[in-house]
């Protein structure tokens, strides 16, 4: 019952900080020659209005998420995983609170099939950006699937950590305070991922807890069952929102890790 009012805070939320990394989107409007006759100006005015219109669209756009609660917002000339980061650092810095059904922003960097042979395909290239010889981190990996029964969490798990294993043998687990944290949603079909800093620092990416003063936190132990109570309020690169959780990045939504 939310989720419109989720969709209309992302997007405000997205090009609030897109425009200050970024700077305003471009309008993509070229100035008339004096010397053009009426028509042509006609013409050229009318491909400078259309031509607006799609640069005004370009940046962030609404997705069907495939899932209830779930929105999607895909981005375009916009890291997800830096403008994510962005936003949650503000936040946690000002402790601002810029959002009310918003529970929790994830990017989405990159997405895959959700079927095992096509995930270890994929992953085991998309991985390497942070972990391959002579890269190396501690890292957790957040798991969470919707509407999907055919992708079992512990083999996931199980599979993605044998990848970062092969790509440098001392890459390590650390569910405390990891470098680096493996964000992993599948929702129905499609495989959806990020590789987030700073995780547990943000609380878990959850908006409404950062910006929060830490004597007002809840526990980490007592988030995941209170996150699951609010879940009644986004595909590709981009912004995924769900029943209070919005996600960002060039496609899909993220859902709450365990």
């Keep these: 019952m939310n989720e419109r009012k989720c969709t209309r805070e992302a997007f405000n939320l997205l090009n609030e900080y897109a425009d200050a990394l970024y700077g305003p989107e471009q309008s993509g409007e070229v100035q008339d020659e004096e010397d053009e006759d009426a028509e042509a100006a006609l013409k050229k005015e009318v491909s400078q209005i259309q031509t607006s219109m799609k640069s005004r669209q370009q940046r962030f756009t609404a997705l069907e998420s495939g899932a209830t609660n779930v929105v999607f917002i895909q981005s375009h000339g916009a890291d997800p995983e830096k403008l994510v980061h962005h936003i949650l650092s503000d936040l946690h810095q000002t402790k601002k609170k ?6 929790r922003m994830l990017p989405v960097s990159g997405t895959c099939r959700a079927f095992p042979e096509d995930m270890e395909k994929y992953l085991s290239v998309f991985l390497e950006r942070w972990f391959k010889a002579p890269l190396r981190a501690t890292y957790q990996i957040c798991f969470k699937a919707r509407n999907s029964s055919h992708n ?28 680096l944290s493996i964000i992993i949603e599948i929702i129905k079909a499609v495989c959806c991922v990020s590789v987030v800093r700073d995780y547990m620092l943000f609380r878990k990416y959850n908006l409404q807890e950062v910006s929060k003063d830490p004597a007002n936190q809840i526990p980490d132990k007592q988030e995941a069952a209170t996150s699951r109570a609010n879940q009644t309020q986004e595909h590709g690169n981009g912004t995924s929102a769900d029943g209070g959780d919005v996600s960002a990045g060039d496609g899909q939504k993220e859902a709450e890790p365990e």
């Design 152 to 179: 079992k969490r512990d083999d996931v798990i199980k599979d993605v950590a044998a990848l970062v294993a092969k790509m440098n043998p001392e890459n390590k687990v650390d569910l405390t305070n990891p470098e």
């Design 98 to 103: 810029k959002t009310r059904v918003i529970l």
